[in-house]
T-cell receptor, first 112, second 114 residues
Framework: AQKVTQAQTEISVVEKEDVTLDCVYE???????LFWYKQPPSGELVFLIR????DEQNEISGRYSWNFQKSTSSFNFTITASQVVDSAVYFC?????????WGAGTKLIIKP | NAGVTQTPKFQVLKTGQSMTLQCAQD?????MYWYRQDPGMGLRLIYY???????DKGEVPNGYNVSRLNKREFSLRLESAAPSQTSVYFC?????????????FGPGTRLTVT
């Protein structure tokens, strides 16, 4: 069975703190893709990143970084020096193909 | 380049009424999807269309029908709305190539059934 688990239902931090959102996945496929999406309070869903299973290099984009570890089946997302605008629900998803399997989401609250 | 558009943005229905949610994409994507998102929950796939001319059931298809009108348009129909269908509905599209699996979403339709 394929599954995505985001065990952190809600995280609350003070602005400028670093925060890591966990994503653990299960799949028997050798080739797969992992995704992160952001859903701000306005409600739209915004694509953040896609990662291929054969590329375990970590990725950094400004204050955002992603740590992909096949050994632990995890694809964690870290926000450095968090800002109030980072407040949102973040979803992790697994794609064996173009149909995605979604985690339940982590609500991130950044307090000023 | 509008991406994925959905109409309407908001809708209130009475139990038993019918309606169609419209979705269109201008990214030349082959695959399109309909999801629902209930308060505090993740996304659940209702129906998807892998390519023009094909549709398949997702996780929660009961009470819904879909039509892939052409490559650009994918509509979702509620034949007899029920309060349990109160939700936010998202349409999405994606490519089928390895390099384009990420899904792009429309702004959503907030539906209330009374």
């Amino acid at each position: 069975a394929q599954k995505v688990t985001q065990a952190q239902t809600e995280i609350s931090v003070v602005e400028k703190e670093d925060v890591t959102l966990d994503c653990v996945y299960e799949t028997r496929d050798t080739t797969y893709y992992l995704f992160w999406y952001k859903q701000p309070p306005s409600g739209e869903l915004v694509f953040l990143i896609r990662r291929n299973s054969f590329d375990e290099q970590n990725e950094i984009s400004g204050r955002y970084s992603w740590n992909f570890q096949k050994s632990t089946s995890s694809f964690n997302f870290t926000i450095t020096a968090s800002q109030v605008v980072d407040s949102a629900v973040y979803f992790c998803a697994l794609g064996p193909n173009y149909q995605l399997i979604w985690g339940a989401g982590t609500k991130l609250i950044i307090k000023p | 380049n509008a991406g994925v558009t959905q109409t309407p943005k908001f809708q209130v229905l009475k139990t038993g009424q019918s309606m169609t949610l419209q979705c269109a994409q201008d990214m030349n994507h082959n695959s399109m999807y309909w999801y629902r998102q209930d308060p505090g929950m993740g996304l659940r796939l209702i129906y998807y269309s892998a390519s023009e001319g094909t549709t398949d059931k997702g996780e929660v298809p009961n009470g819904y029908n879909v039509s892939r009108l052409n490559k650009r348009e994918f509509s979702l129909r509620l034949e007899s709305a029920a309060p349990s269908q109160t939700s936010v509905y998202f349409c999405a599209s994606s490519g089928q190539d390895i390099s384009s699996y990420e899904q792009y979403f429309g702004p959503g339709t907030r539906l209330t059934v009374t």
